[in-house]
Structures are given as structure tokens and as C-alpha cells.
């Protein structure tokens, strides 16, 4: 009897246990329609905006508890674009993000919270230039998914955050004549990302 009521406890604990693995999904950045954009003060009168493509990377979603999930992305330094070749030589090179020794940037989080409706707080390591510091994102979703005219599993998000270039040796400048410098030390960032589900890969967060 004894033996009778461990089996049926084991059976219950695993029934409990396993809608938590198994709503654990893992989702894919679909490159195609992912951008890295960020926006920084020139000259103190404009902003200066670009971007980075080729942004690959992994997310690994719990509903049940978000906490467990986790990010990983990559980002091409390589691929900077501001819309200006002279401007993007230069921010290429080794005053900025000296694309040559340091082709990839990378988030890895290190938690994730809720932050409201709809809304997310994920923090974590953000390398780039060689440097790590610590950066917390503001998202948007991930979003209701739909099914595509392909038949794959399709969500995003928006995520937003604010960093000191000079954190991660981002330090070049001249001053002005007047007052100020050429290139402020905020920059802001703005992530939108398309995510499609990868039903083959099993996780167990």
C-alpha cells in the first residue's frame, strides 16, 4: 500500500510540474526583420541617428514565470549605417567601435521582470568595444502571436534603453568654440524585433 501511495505522489508531482516545462517556449530573432537603431545629440543641436543589421540571437520565453526566461543577442558592429560613408568610416574605426577587433556586440540578460501591462524590464550584460557593463531594457510585449502566411509562429517587441557611450570607451570628442562638445555622451537605443518560435528546440526553464 505504501509503495501504491509513492507511486501515485510521484504521478501527481509530475503532473503538476510538467504544463511549467512545457510552456516554456523558445523563440528565434528573425534577422530579416529586426533593426538595432540608436539616436545621439550632434553639435548640440540635432540628432544624429543610425543603425546596426545582421542581429541574431535567442529568447527563451516562461509565461508561467518570467523570471525564468532568458535573451540572448548578437549584433554585427560591422553593419553600421547613419547614412553617411565619411560618418560611418569613422565611427567604425578605433575612436568609436573599432569594428576590425571588435566585429560583434552582445546582451545577455541576467533577469527579467514585469513592469507593468504588457510590459517588461529585462536587464543584463551588454558587450561591446571588449567592455561589459550593465543595461536595462525597457519592452513593449512580446506581443499576441499570429501564425504567418508561411505557417510559422510570430511575435515581437520594442524595447528601449538609455546608456553613457563612454561606459563602454565610446570617449572621442572636441570641444566647441562655443561651448559644448561635437558628440554628446547619451545615446538612446531603440530595439524592434520580430521573434519566430522555434517549435524543434525543447526547454525545460
Not at 538595432?36 to 543603425?51: D, I, L, P, T, Y
Not at 554628446?184 to 537605443?189: W, Y
Amino acid at each position: 500500500m505504501n509503495d501504491l501511495k509513492a507511486i501515485a505522489y510521484s504521478t501527481l508531482a509530475m503532473l503538476v510540474l510538467t504544463p511549467a516545462i512545457a510552456l516554456a517556449e523558445t523563440w528565434d530573432v528573425d534577422t530579416a526583420h529586426a533593426s538595432a537603431q540608436f539616436s545621439v545629440k550632434h553639435m548640440m543641436v540635432s540628432n544624429v541617428r543610425g543603425e546596426f543589421g545582421n542581429i541574431k540571437g535567442t529568447i527563451e520565453i516562461n509565461p508561467r514565470d518570467i523570471s525564468q526566461s532568458t535573451v540572448l543577442v548578437e549584433i554585427d558592429a560591422r553593419t553600421l549605417d547613419t547614412g553617411n560613408d565619411k560618418r560611418d568610416e569613422h565611427l567604425k574605426s578605433a575612436d568609436f567601435f573599432d569594428v576590425t577587433k571588435y566585429p560583434k556586440m552582445t546582451f545577455t540578460s541576467t533577469q527579467v521582470k514585469r513592469a507593468g501591462d504588457g510590459k517588461l524590464a529585462v536587464t543584463g550584460d551588454l558587450t561591446m568595444r571588449g567592455i561589459t557593463k550593465p543595461v536595462t531594457l525597457d519592452v513593449e510585449g512580446p506581443t499576441p502571436t499570429v501564425v504567418s502566411p508561411w505557417g510559422t509562429k510570430v511575435s515581437g517587441v520594442h524595447a528601449t534603453a538609455v546608456i553613457d557611450r563612454k561606459d563602454w570607451g565610446l570617449t572621442w570628442n572636441k570641444n566647441l568654440d562655443a561651448g559644448g562638445v561635437v558628440v554628446a555622451d547619451e545615446v538612446k537605443i531603440t530595439l524592434d524585433v520580430e521573434l519566430i518560435r522555434n517549435d524543434r528546440k525543447v526547454s525545460t526553464r
